[in-house]
């Protein structure tokens, strides 16, 4: 068994040699043997070796506990050791997540940041066969469609998963084998947790019967994966990015069959989180209801229909603003976005923002505007206004004042 191991590890050594790498580190059994094995192997690798702990804060002293441990592993190692604190369930609580949710989220936003600082190439994290199995199964139970359910991939930007080949059987006769201290999270117990409950009542029981029979799951896995490429080759054209917004023409996209739409808005929402069949449904509503609206979506985002463009974009895009001009200035910077004022309006003070309710430019009203010209909801909401003396003297695409002059900073 620890020949499996050392053999799996083997096949991604080429991947490590002479990197600086920093290697995600919970405590638990499949951490453990991965910091191990990368600190046996330093050397003959040629690494530069970095850990990082993410202390979720949802359980208390015992995650001090584990914080704790993981530091004195690898001080004893003489690893170089990060830790993180993320305050997952005031995370959880604000955006209406799960701690499952929240806590990946969190964990791999502070592992990206001490990566940057130690300026390493990869993040090594322990995902298992096992864990692979898992999510096969989590993916089913929350709505997944033919084409999602590829699993952990081994290689994301960053990130790198070279234990994706080793079984816990594997992991736990490496330990053993090694006489490796490990911590336990006994959240891993509590069968309120999906995953959990998937680990000791699913995957548990089929190993129990059959393993081999994980060998087929992760097969299928592969199989939606390689459709799923197939369909992007076709189909990936149908949206893009714009300005940090996923875009599609909605006639378009209807005029796909059911299961290519459902793909088509899956991944569009897949640029910013983990989506589920509910996300999908939702927005494929919007795209056929005809009239201009909008949606909240998890962690931050929305999905709009207006005019005939589907979009889904971060809310912080249209954020409210609220800036002042002072007498004397010429320029202003907001969102990317520089306003030049000359003439008169140099040495006048103005309000810089964005749209309220009964705003008017003359007697006409500024919705009635937008409406008129067909400006999609995510532009009249983003749309910037100058205010002088309590009244409009410029809207953005809409009202034109040969004293301000917009321009576009790079990148956005």
Not at 44 to 52: D, E, V, Y
Request: with cysteine; aromatic share 8%.
């Amino acid at each position: 068994m620890t020949l499996s191991f050392d053999t799996y590890m083997e096949e991604n050594a080429g991947v490590l040699n002479s990197r600086v790498v920093l290697a995600a580190f919970s405590g638990g059994k499949d951490s453990c043997a991965l910091l191990h094995w990368l600190y046996l192997n330093i050397k003959r690798l040629g690494i530069s070796l970095h850990a990082c702990h993410v202390n979720h804060m949802i359980r208390g002293e015992n995650a001090d506990r584990d914080e704790e441990f993981c530091r004195q592993f690898c001080k004893k190692r003489d690893i170089a050791f990060y830790a993180e604190k993320r305050n997952v369930p005031e995370l959880a609580a604000s955006q209406g997540q799960g701690l499952e949710h929240a806590a990946r989220k969190l964990r791999y936003e502070a592992l990206e940041l001490v990566r940057k600082r130690v300026q390493a190439g990869l993040i090594l994290t322990a995902h298992t066969k096992d864990d692979m199995a898992e999510t096969f199964f989590i993916r089913v139970f929350q709505g997944a469609s033919p084409f999602s359910l590829g699993g952990i991939k081994q290689e994301r930007g960053s990130i790198f998963r070279p234990m994706l080949k080793i079984s816990t059987e594997d992991v736990l006769e490496y330990i053993k084998n090694n006489e490796i201290e490990t911590t336990f999270d006994e959240t891993n117990l509590d069968g309120a947790y999906l995953r959990n409950w998937v680990r000791s009542g699913i995957v548990g029981e089929i190993k129990r019967y059959n393993p081999a029979f994980l060998d087929k799951v992760i097969q299928l896995m592969q199989q939606s994966a390689e459709l799923d490429s197939e369909t992007e080759k076709r189909l990936g054209g149908v949206y893009c990015n714009d300005g940090g917004c996923c875009v599609a023409e909605a006639s378009r996209l209807m005029s796909l069959i059911p299961v290519e739409q459902a793909w088509v808005v899956r991944r569009m929402l897949s640029e910013f989180f983990r989506a589920e069949k509910r996300h999908v449904e939702a927005v494929l509503k919007l795209a056929e209801c005809g009239e201009s609206v909008r949606i909240d979506l998890p962690d931050g985002f929305n999905a709009e229909y207006s005019y005939g463009v589907l979009r889904v974009f971060p809310s912080e895009l249209i954020k409210p603003v609220h800036a002042v001009k002072q007498s004397g200035q010429a320029e202003l910077n907001i969102r990317s976005r520089v306003l030049t004022f000359s003439g008169g309006l140099e040495d006048a003070e103005i309000i810089i923002r964005t749209r309220k309710n009964g705003d008017r430019i003359g007697n006409k009203k500024l919705k009635d505007i937008f409406i008129n010209t067909k400006t999609e909801l995510f532009n009249r909401d983003k749309a910037l206004i100058a205010e002088k003396d309590g009244k409009i003297i410029w809207a953005e695409s809409v009202f034109q004042n040969n004293c301000i002059s917009l321009r576009r900073e790079a990148g956005e």
